[in-house]
């Protein structure tokens, strides 16, 4: 459903999600440390599990895998009691030093990525991005990005808001603040997990899924070339649809297929179209 607006007005800035949107085809830096943290501590978690609440911040994260029942069980046989916020912290504290250890391993670009930012700016749009990943592990991340041609003009971690992470709208909407963005509508939101496209919808802005190289498949592209082509659809189907399902007006395969959505988006918005 859109609602009418002033027709002609311009987009103005795109905020990309960091893993499995611009780098790290499959989002496996964050879920396969998750995995070994929570082995640190004697609990074992799946890739599957780990998964689940990909796109919150990562203390979030590791909150609610431990409320998940099956995890908050093993924790029960293992610890004697519930998991409180201090284990938390303990397990956060394991997995931070184990992710800035591991993060320049899965720093790759998607392919695509530069080539599109390029385009971008060609367009004269602004790039904003935001991430789950805590300051500390975006201060290595970014220079190897930058490196390979990934640049966004602004850069907002998962742990330094007061307000939160996602799924609240809070780090878009710094993205537009320090963007000098003037209006929600303006702005296009890119991001393979849920709460990342309910960011998006919760700021106002245009908000795209990114299926197939991001967290809702969950494969490398050499482990999906592997697959059998029936296998591959289905599972872009299936992410397709929890991305719909959260809100999101365009889903893509991958970040490669980002400027037909823009052009798309700026011919509506010149419509008097909005989000």
Request: proline fraction near 6%.
């Amino acid at each position: 459903m859109t609602t009418p607006t002033v027709p002609g007005r311009p987009l103005q800035a795109v905020i990309f999600d960091w893993a499995g949107t611009l780098v790290d085809f499959g989002s496996l830096a964050p879920t396969q440390i998750f995995v070994d943290a929570f082995d640190s501590f004697g609990i074992e978690i799946s890739l599957q599990q780990a998964r689940g609440p990909m796109g919150l911040s990562k203390w979030q994260h590791i909150r609610v895998l431990l409320d998940t029942p099956e995890i908050a069980a093993q924790w029960q046989r293992h610890a004697g009691r519930a998991a409180s916020d201090a284990d938390v912290d303990a397990i956060y504290a394991r997995f931070m030093p184990m992710q800035i250890a591991k993060v320049g391993q899965y720093s790759q670009a998607i392919e695509g990525a530069v080539e599109v930012l390029a385009w971008l700016r060609e367009q004269g749009l602004k790039i904003g991005s935001c991430s789950g990943y805590p300051r500390q592990v975006l201060d290595v991340l970014l220079p190897m990005a930058a490196q390979a041609g990934i640049a966004p003009d602004h850069v907002v971690a998962g742990d330094e808001l007061a307000a939160g992470g996602r799924p609240g709208p809070y780090m878009a909407l710094a993205n537009m603040l320090a963007l000098k963005i003037d209006d929600v509508a303006g702005c296009i939101k890119v991001d393979d997990t849920v709460p990342g496209i309910e960011e998006g919808i919760r700021a106002g802005m245009w908000s795209v899924g990114v299926s197939l190289s991001g967290n809702e498949v969950g494969h490398t592209r050499a482990a999906l070339d592997c697959l059998p082509t029936a296998e591959v659809a289905q599972l872009k189907a299936q992410a397709e649809a929890r991305l719909r399902g959260a809100g999101a007006h365009y889903v893509i395969d991958s970040v490669a297929d980002l400027p037909q959505v823009v052009n798309q988006i700026r011919a509506r918005l010149a419509a008097g179209e909005r989000p």
